[in-house]
Antibody, heavy 118, light 110 residues
Framework: QVQLQQWGAGLLKPSETLSLTCAFN????????WIWIRQPPGKGLEWIGE???????NYNPSLKSRVTISLDTSKKQFSLRLSSVTAADTAVYYC????????????WGQGTLVTVSP | QSALTQPPSASGSPGQSVTISCSGT?????????VSWYQQHPGKAPKLMIY???KRPSGVPDRFSGSKSGNTASLTVSGLQAEDEADYYC??????????FGGGTKLTVL
């Protein structure tokens, strides 16, 4: 059974770079897309972007200029970097996965609250 | 791209049925059979309940069902139980490798 465990810094200052990592266990790293999704406090979900093990990436157009998703296949980990953060980037960030030819997100990581404050 | 439109709240008594709508456009909900639904309890990660409009993952009770008509998808919860009280989010493929979520619906079991 695939499981995702995530971690990263929870408090940032404006203009800093957010960095989170998610580890995968329970199966093959191949034939999946590895995904980041966020949820501002009290608000809905927002798809940030994804990457597969071949290096193909897709990003939310509204965040594309600031987002980088990368994979470390040897460690079965993937990471999110979001540059030049502001208070609007304060959210719970989730990692998730989807099979290559599907569009549903399952499973999800436990979530990491990232707060941006001066 | 705008978020899909969901009612902010829905409610029903135990044993009743409730339907939550998710409205989009022909570029997302109406254009693809890739609508999924997620259940989120407070402080928890979302959980997949329905995928590809009307398919249930293993372990999801058959009280949960999905459908789509035109640009609107729907999630129906039959035989409401107390543990169904949660936030529900729809999500659709929106073309060009984009995915968009609905704003979420808080389901209250009265």
């Amino acid at each position: 059974q695939v499981q995702l465990q995530q971690w990263g810094a929870g408090l940032l200052k404006p203009s800093e770079t957010l960095s989170l990592t998610c580890a995968f266990n329970g199966g093959s790293f191949s034939n999946y897309y590895w995904i980041w999704i966020r949820q501002p406090p009290g608000k809905g979900l927002e798809w940030i972007g994804e990457m597969n093990d071949s290096g193909r990436s897709n990003y939310n157009p509204s965040l594309k200029s600031r987002v980088t998703i990368s994979l470390d296949t040897s460690k079965k980990q993937f990471s999110l970097r979001l540059s030049s953060v502001t208070a609007a980037d304060t959210a719970v960030y989730y990692c998730a996965s989807r099979r290559e030819y599907s569009f549903e997100f399952d499973p999800w990581g436990q979530g990491t609250l990232v707060t941006v404050s001066p | 791209q705008s978020a899909l439109t969901q009612p902010p709240s829905a409610s029903g008594s135990p044993g009743q049925s409730v339907t939550i709508s998710c409205s989009g456009t022909s570029s997302d909900v109406g254009g693809y059979d890739y609508v999924s639904w997620y259940q989120q309890h407070p402080g928890k990660a979302p959980k997949l309940m329905i995928y590809e409009v009307n398919k249930r993952p293993s372990g999801v009770p058959d009280r949960f069902s999905g459908s789509k008509s035109g640009n609107t998808a729907s999630l129906t919860v039959s035989g409401l139980q107390a543990e169904d009280e949660a936030d529900y989010y729809c999500c659709s493929y929106a073309g060009s490798n984009n995915k968009i979520f609905g704003g979420g619906t808080k389901l209250t079991v009265l």
